[in-house]
């Protein structure tokens, strides 16, 4: 393996951390404000932000483990135990989707009654 292709993945790495670190600071919180202004009920948008954190990290440990895999380090390589679990968080995403429209419905069933 070049230096080159390890130095790149890890370039990778560090900036898929970065843009995860973005999302869950900037992005996030962003979307959290907007939603508590258009729905009453914060609990539901609390719990929905939640979410979209635990899908930012699950997305990013995705991609970290995969560009660390590609590093072809031994040590480094011993991550791809974990790429299960995340994968199967990343399969019930289209389960949230689901979940976040019922929500969205009944939402606005409630505000169109007031």
Do not use: C, Q
């Not at 993945?9 to 995860?20: S, T």
């Not at 999302?23 to 609390?46: F, H």
């Not at 997305?59 to 031994?74: D, H, Q, S, Y």
């Not at 199967?88 to 969205?104: D, R, T």
């Amino acid at each position: 393996m070049s230096a080159e292709s390890f130095i790149v993945n890890l370039l990778k790495i560090v900036f898929v951390v970065l843009a995860g670190h973005i999302a869950l600071t900037k992005i996030i919180p962003l979307v959290d404000d907007m939603l508590k202004g258009l729905i009453k009920d914060t609990k539901v948008v609390d719990k929905f932000t939640s979410l979209l954190g635990i899908l930012v990290i699950t997305l990013a440990g995705i991609k970290i483990i995969e560009f660390a895999v590609a590093t072809e380090n031994k040590v480094v390589g011993y991550l791809s135990v974990l790429s299960p679990g995340l994968e199967f968080i990343k399969g019930l995403v289209p389960y949230f989707g689901y979940v976040f429209a019922a929500v969205v419905i009944i939402v606005a069933a409630r505000s169109l009654r007031k």
